[in-house]
């Protein structure tokens, strides 16, 4: 079943925000944007986010979560479809408050920020993909 796009669905606008921008998925220090270095020196496809530990993560857009386990490298990981080919990633989470299937809107909790996938302290890592393909989250988000 594919989530429907509403007023808060990721925006179809292409390399600007638009009044629909997305918000941050966690309050915290940026440590690794897109395109930039990682700390474990791979490339990253989304933004690395230091945040306290059990802090809510909450979807950037409504959607459905498509995805929730762990994943190698990724460690416990939710994936929202958002429709219109975007999906949003959060990975490193301490726990996952949604089920595959659950259906979320914009700002609803997902999951908990923590250390899995081998993170040696707390972050989000948060990708953006559309059609399969890494998109700058900073295009879409506000902080």
């Given at each position: 079943?594919?989530?429907?796009?509403?007023?808060?669905?990721?925006?179809?606008?292409?390399?600007?925000?638009?009044?629909?921008?997305?918000?941050?998925?966690?309050?915290?220090?940026?440590?690794?944007?897109?395109?930039?270095?990682?700390?474990?020196?791979?490339?990253?496809?989304g933004l690395l986010i230091a945040a306290?530990?059990?802090?809510?993560?909450?979807?950037?857009?409504?959607?459905?979560?498509?995805?929730?386990?762990?994943?190698?490298?990724?460690?416990?990981?939710?994936?929202?479809?958002?429709?219109?080919?975007?999906?949003?990633?959060?990975?490193?989470?301490?726990?996952?408050?949604?089920?595959?299937?659950?259906?979320?809107?914009?700002?609803?909790?997902?999951?908990?920020?923590?250390?899995?996938?081998?993170?040696?302290?707390?972050?989000?890592?948060?990708?953006?993909?559309?059609?399969?393909?890494?998109?700058?989250?900073?295009?879409?988000?506000r902080r």
């Amino acid at each position: 079943r594919r989530a429907r796009s509403g007023p808060s669905a990721i925006p179809r606008t292409r390399g600007r925000t638009s009044s629909r921008s997305c918000r941050a998925p966690v309050s915290g220090a940026l440590l690794a944007g897109y395109g930039r270095t990682m700390p474990d020196g791979r490339r990253s496809d989304g933004l690395l986010i230091a945040a306290g530990a059990g802090s809510p993560v909450r979807a950037v857009a409504d959607g459905t979560v498509v995805y929730a386990e762990w994943m190698t490298g990724y460690g416990l990981l939710a994936i929202v479809d958002h429709g219109n080919g975007y999906m949003s990633l959060y990975a490193h989470n301490d726990s996952l408050l949604r089920d595959a299937g659950a259906t979320v809107r914009r700002g609803d909790p997902i999951a908990t920020v923590g250390t899995s996938g081998g993170q040696g302290r707390a972050t989000l890592y948060f990708e953006l993909r559309r059609n399969g393909a890494p998109v700058d989250p900073g295009v879409w988000l506000r902080r």
